[in-house]
């Protein structure tokens, strides 16, 4: 599929980039783990995933992505002994730490089309890059071309934000998104002289 045309795509589970599910997938496959350390890992993946209240197929195996999120819960808030949770965190941290040093680049990225990635070199602007390299890893991973990009396509990153994100989604951040795809557009030798509108961004949640 070259083209993503609603949100509702994003059902697949498909984050760009290894989730928990896969981490107790390749957990319980594992020859190196003990039957104890299997079941205790995927135990509290399980349980993390629960108070995170989130499916663990949506929830990124870098440990940085969920940080704060985690760090917001509270024993007493979730009903649960502290000891308990403590627990499961230590047990789901060791998990993860395990699961990132199997992965190629520890797991801390989404894989990025050599296109994509292209692009993005050329990109003078650091915080230009840190805008746009979310949204090129999200193309990617979807098989999107290039030259397709359209509205839809940040309508349906917009989406997949609000569902895998631990962090608000302001509309700002998308208006940036935009003005960064069309200032490089019109600036960038081989960039897609595509323009994109800003409009579609006005249903992301925060304010700018």
Request: charged share 25%; hydrophobic share 40%.
């Amino acid at each position: 599929m070259n083209v993503i045309d609603r949100p509702a795509d994003l059902a697949r589970g498909l984050i760009g980039e290894p989730s928990w599910a896969d981490a107790m997938t390749a957990i319980e496959k594992s020859e190196d783990l003990t039957p104890t350390q299997k079941r205790h890992w995927c135990t509290s993946l399980r349980q993390m995933g629960r108070y995170l209240d989130r499916p663990l197929s949506l929830i990124p195996a870098r440990i940085a992505a969920v940080s704060p999120a985690v760090k917001k819960l509270h024993p007493a808030r979730l009903g649960v002994n502290a000891k308990t949770f403590a627990n499961h965190r230590a047990n789901a941290r060791t998990a993860l730490l395990w699961f990132n040093r199997q992965m190629p680049e520890g797991g801390r990225k989404a894989p990025m089309d050599p296109s994509y990635r292209s692009l993005l070199e050329q990109i003078p602007d650091r915080h230009a890059r840190d805008v746009m390299s979310p949204f090129f890893r999200f193309l990617s991973a979807f098989g999107v071309r290039l030259d397709v990009v359209r509205e839809s396509h940040v309508e349906a990153f917009q989406a997949y934000r609000r569902e895998t994100s631990f962090g608000e989604v302001t509309r700002s951040r998308h208006r940036a998104l935009v003005r960064h795809w069309n200032a490089c557009a019109a600036q960038i030798a081989g960039w897609p002289q595509i323009k994109l509108s800003a409009k579609a961004h006005g249903r992301g949640q925060g304010q700018s």
